[in-house]
């Protein structure tokens, strides 16, 4: 693949089990990032108790990976379909799957979602398995957004740091030089919250942190969710979904508990601000975690900086872990790293991605 622009299209089903984003890019694979449309397609309830059913490796994960699939084949589809871009316009899909386990103190991670049924539903080449060389080498496998970052943020004053919420929340960290690059998992994201909220109400997630509102924090409960090894551990580091349950606010009441797991969130995310080689002069804020208002208050509490959405740049908060795959595929065509030793703690940078081109 010779240097130029490509149509590219980026999936991603975050680890909060909540559904499929899906986004359009066109991108170099280095400076250039224009994003284009985008759209998220939930999970229904019961395919979602399905996912969750495999998570660890467990169940019947290969039905559930054609499942899987079948959904993101759709969600191309649609997108395509609202876009007004035929498929035979996109050059490329970046399929993150979904992680159903990741250990890599073991070297190894498991993202489910078949890339050849992917590229045959679709009729588009597909890029999968993102993190598996970097765990390999050595390396966490995640983040893998950070480069994606370094690439939006190119004007904005530095340090700065975004702040990804998904089930697992991470942060990158970019500083004025081009290779100041520090990125790691800060701790839960919206899993912990959200498992909390369907067990006590039946609804998938807490909306703008309504139930939080509502609760008080149990310091005690949160002193013992923060005595944990991985807070003691050294960036980069990274996080399976399922490294805390929301059990630990058993005993709770519906809304004590939501505010407890939910400033659970808020200081692990500061305990990971003392690990940036700098403060940064702005935190931007993207995924789900953006919309709950209580969680973005607890975070402007704690980290003493401005907490902003990043919709406040006219990026998309919704879309933008989708189009970081996007321009990953595309940079593992062009053979270029995927993370860095700053990003994942890999040896050397590293490049990654598994190529389903079309059958003939």
């Known amino acids: ?7 590219a299209l980026g999936l991603m089903s975050g680890t909060s089990l909540d559904g499929i984003d899906a986004a359009l890019l066109e991108t170099d694979g280095h400076g250039r990032a224009e994003a284009g449309a985008h759209l998220t397609v939930p999970y229904p309830g019961e395919f979602r108790a399905r996912l969750r059913g495999v998570l660890g490796g467990r169940g019947e994960v290969a039905a559930v990976e054609r499942e899987l699939t079948e959904r993101h084949a759709d969600a191309v589809r649609l997108l395509l379909e609202r876009a007004g871009t035929p498929a035979a316009a996109v050059d490329l899909i970046g399929f993150h799957g979904h992680t159903i386990l990741h250990a890599p103190e073991r070297r190894h991670t498991w993202q489910i979602g ?7 539903l679709t009729g588009i080449p597909v890029v999968n398995d993102f993190r598996s060389a970097d765990v ?27 702040l990804n919420i998904g089930g697992v929340a991470n942060v990158t960290w970019l500083g004025r030089g081009e290779l100041d690059v520090v990125a790691f998992d800060t701790g839960p994201g919206n899993a912990l919250v959200d498992d909390w909220v369907l067990g006590h109400t039946g609804r998938p997630f807490d909306v703008d ?7 008080r924090v149990d310091e005690g409960v949160l002193a013992g969710l923060l005595d944990h090894p991985f807070f003691e551990a050294p960036a980069p580091k990274s996080l399976d979904r399922d490294a ?11 809304e004590d508990g939501a505010a407890t797991l939910t400033a659970f969130t808020a200081a692990a995310v500061a305990r990971a601000a003392r690990l940036l080689p700098e403060a940064p002069v702005r935190w931007l804020v993207a995924g789900g975690g953006r919309l709950n208002g209580t969680l973005m208050r607890m975070l402007a509490d704690r980290l003493e900086a401005p907490v902003e959405p990043v919709d406040v740049l006219g990026w998309s908060g919704d879309a ?12 593992s065509r062009l053979g270029l790293p995927l993370s860095l030793p700053g990003t994942t703690g890999v040896p050397a940078p590293q490049t990654g991605g598994r190529f389903h081109p079309l059958e003939r």
């Not at 942190?209 to 609760?215: E, K, P, S, T």
């Not at 805390?244 to 519906?254: E, F, Y």
């Open 1 to 7: 693949m010779a240097d130029r622009t490509y149509t």
């Open 114 to 120: 078949d890339g050849a049924l992917l590229a045959g």
């Open 136 to 162: 390999a080498a050595g390396g966490q496998g995640a983040p893998l957004v950070p480069l994606f970052h370094r690439a939006l943020a190119a004007t904005l004053e530095r340090p700065v740091a975004v």
């Open 209 to 215: 942190g309504a139930l939080a509102a509502r609760g």
């Open 244 to 254: 805390w349950t929301a059990r630990a606010a058993d005993g709770l009441s519906a």
């Open 320 to 331: 933008l872990e989708a189009q970081a795959f996007a321009y990953l595929a595309v940079r």
